[in-house]
């Protein structure tokens, strides 16, 4: 026999069990997200390579070693998402309606980076994106946060943490990089081998450095919002206000950089102590400038993603109760009568808004009543000869042992109040 085939490493089945706990996230953010006037675009999974170069940086860790990237047949050089930002913006660009004009878009879906596997980042992941153009001011950055927190209080998490920090504006960071490299330069002797890598190239991301060895020399840098400009710091200011108006908690920390070179002025993250090395759960800010360095006439943007793989397991770690979706009843059929009858009798209830799973294959009664009781179904409506025959049902409550028979008329109702009292699971 030939070994079975195993999937690729760091991509991960979302088994059954998970994937009611994920519609549970994805549900729940629709509702929030609709709540605020966001509306859904769907993207492609590949890009052009060069949308990603251009956007995230040429510099960054992701387009120099993460990115998936292939030639086609054409040869032309594509790429899986390692974002949505850029797939977005592009999306406005192409199609035309970012230009003077105000968007509230979300979308869902994989993302793909070729990182070291480890719990809570994988080479296929998930993330909810939104992104909102044309509104400069810093009620726009405060309204996204505290849609965030929005959607932490309808999942019932606690426990996150809000990091917030200004990047000001190209020219402002640029003139911080520059004494920024002089302070490393006095310090290389310190540096680890991947802030020596980055000092020339992207010198912001070591302060974003998790080796313990390198935190007393990070702490001593130049602060970044010592050289924010007059605008940038006003922002930054007003941002704070609302959230404080709006009894949302914030931490200011100036070493929070982001590993994405559109980022500028706002750039938050919320953060959890209970996933390890992988703390962050959403993260986002401010990229004023992406739409015109990607082809576009200059528009305000803001945004964030939402990784859901972190965002999942959190709630499972905290026990939430999210609904389940097991059928309301499980139709156990004995005989061939049955049968013929019990597959319109399914239809009919499904017709009335009831969630039903119907026998199929045959099999015996304590067959039949195993299968019910693994479809998660409190209830099994039990159609035999006799039921046939005066056109009833036997219901057998599959956790007390219980049975009544009724009127099949009369079922309809029965099940709706049954599952009206949360009877069912």
Same mark, same amino acid.
């Given at each position: 026999?030939?070994?079975?085939?195993?999937?690729?490493?760091?991509?991960?089945?979302?088994?059954?069990?998970?994937?009611?706990?994920?519609?549970?996230?994805?549900?729940?953010?629709?509702?929030?997200?609709?709540?605020?006037?966001?509306?859904?675009?769907?993207?492609?999974?590949?890009?052009?390579?060069?949308?990603?170069?251009?956007?995230?940086?040429?510099?960054?860790?992701?387009?120099?070693?993460?990115?998936?990237?292939?030639?086609?047949?054409? =040869?032309?050089? &594509?790429? @899986?998402?390692?974002? $949505? %930002?850029?797939? /977005?913006?592009? +999306?406005?660009?192409?199609?035309?309606?970012?230009?003077?004009?105000?968007?509230?878009?979300?979308?869902?879906?994989?993302?793909?980076?070729?990182?070291?596997?480890?719990?809570?980042?994988?080479?296929?992941?998930?993330?909810?994106?939104?992104?909102?153009?044309?509104?400069?001011?810093?009620?726009?950055?405060?309204?996204?946060?505290?849609?965030?927190?929005?959607?932490?209080?309808?999942?019932?998490?606690? =426990?996150?943490? &809000?990091? @917030?920090?200004?990047? $000001? %504006?190209?020219? /402002?960071?640029? +003139?911080?990089?520059?004494?920024?490299?002089?302070?490393?330069?006095?310090?290389?002797?310190?540096?680890?081998?991947?802030?020596?890598?980055?000092?020339?190239?992207?010198?912001?991301?070591?302060?974003?450095?998790?080796?313990?060895?390198?935190?007393?020399?990070?702490?001593?840098?130049?602060?970044?919002?010592?050289?924010?400009?007059?605008?940038?710091?006003?922002?930054?200011?007003?941002?704070?206000?609302?959230?404080?108006?709006?009894?949302?908690?914030?931490?200011?920390?100036?070493?929070?950089?982001?590993?994405?070179?559109?980022?500028?002025?706002?750039?938050?993250?919320?953060?959890?102590?209970?996933?390890?090395?992988?703390?962050?759960?959403?993260?986002?800010?401010?990229?004023?400038?992406?739409?015109?360095?990607?082809?576009?006439?200059?528009?305000?943007?803001?945004?964030?993603?939402?990784?859901?793989?972190?965002?999942?397991?959190?709630?499972?770690?905290?026990?939430?109760?999210?609904?389940?979706?097991?059928?309301?009843?499980?139709?156990?059929?004995?005989?061939?009568?049955?049968?013929?009858?019990?597959?319109?009798?399914?239809?009919?209830?499904?017709?009335?808004?009831?969630?039903?799973?119907?026998?199929?294959?045959?099999?015996?009664?304590?067959?039949?009543?195993?299968?019910?009781?693994?479809?998660?179904?409190?209830?099994?409506?039990?159609?035999?000869?006799?039921?046939?025959?005066?056109?009833?049902?036997?219901?057998?409550?599959?956790?007390?042992?219980?049975?009544?028979?009724?009127?099949?008329?009369?079922?309809?109702?029965?099940?709706?109040?049954?599952?009206?009292?949360?009877?069912?699971?």
């Amino acid at each position: 026999m030939s070994k079975a085939i195993q999937a690729v490493r760091g991509m991960n089945d979302l088994l059954p069990d998970v994937c009611e706990r994920w519609q549970h996230v994805e549900a729940t953010a629709r509702e929030v997200l609709h709540a605020y006037g966001y509306r859904e675009i769907r993207l492609p999974v590949i890009e052009k390579s060069e949308l990603f170069a251009r956007s995230i940086g040429s510099l960054t860790d992701i387009v120099e070693k993460e990115m998936y990237s292939f030639e086609d047949r054409s =040869g032309e050089n &594509l790429t @899986l998402r390692p974002e $949505g %930002t850029a797939g /977005c913006v592009r +999306a406005g660009i192409e199609n035309g309606f970012l230009h003077n004009q105000i968007q509230r878009l979300w979308y869902a879906g994989p993302m793909f980076r070729h990182e070291r596997p480890q719990k809570g980042r994988y080479r296929q992941f998930h993330q909810i994106g939104v992104e909102a153009f044309g509104i400069e001011s810093p009620d726009l950055d405060a309204e996204i946060i505290m849609m965030c927190a929005r959607l932490w209080r309808a999942l019932g998490l606690d =426990g996150l943490t &809000l990091q @917030l920090n200004s990047l $000001g %504006t190209l020219e /402002c960071r640029m +003139a911080y990089r520059s004494e920024l490299v002089r302070y490393f330069e006095s310090q290389r002797g310190k540096l680890d081998e991947d802030s020596l890598r980055r000092l020339d190239k992207n010198p912001l991301r070591i302060l974003d450095s998790k080796n313990p060895a390198m935190q007393d020399v990070i702490a001593a840098a130049p602060s970044l919002m010592e050289h924010l400009d007059d605008a940038s710091r006003a922002h930054f200011t007003k941002l704070g206000d609302y959230l404080r108006q709006a009894g949302i908690a914030i931490t200011i920390n100036p070493r929070l950089v982001r590993g994405l070179d559109y980022y500028t002025r706002t750039v938050f993250e919320w953060t959890t102590d209970r996933l390890g090395a992988q703390s962050a759960v959403c993260a986002g800010g401010r990229y004023d400038g992406l739409v015109e360095q990607l082809g576009g006439k200059p528009a305000p943007a803001a945004g964030f993603a939402v990784g859901m793989e972190r965002l999942v397991e959190l709630m499972a770690l905290q026990g939430d109760k999210h609904p389940g979706t097991h059928p309301d009843a499980f139709v156990v059929l004995l005989g061939e009568a049955a049968e013929k009858q019990g597959l319109a009798l399914a239809e009919r209830l499904r017709n009335a808004g009831l969630r039903i799973e119907c026998n199929c294959g045959g099999g015996g009664l304590k067959a039949q009543l195993k299968r019910a009781d693994r479809s998660g179904a409190r209830l099994a409506l039990l159609l035999g000869d006799d039921e046939v025959r005066n056109a009833s049902v036997t219901i057998k409550d599959l956790r007390d042992g219980t049975q009544r028979s009724i009127a099949q008329s009369e079922l309809i109702d029965l099940l709706h109040k049954e599952t009206s009292r949360g009877i069912t699971p």
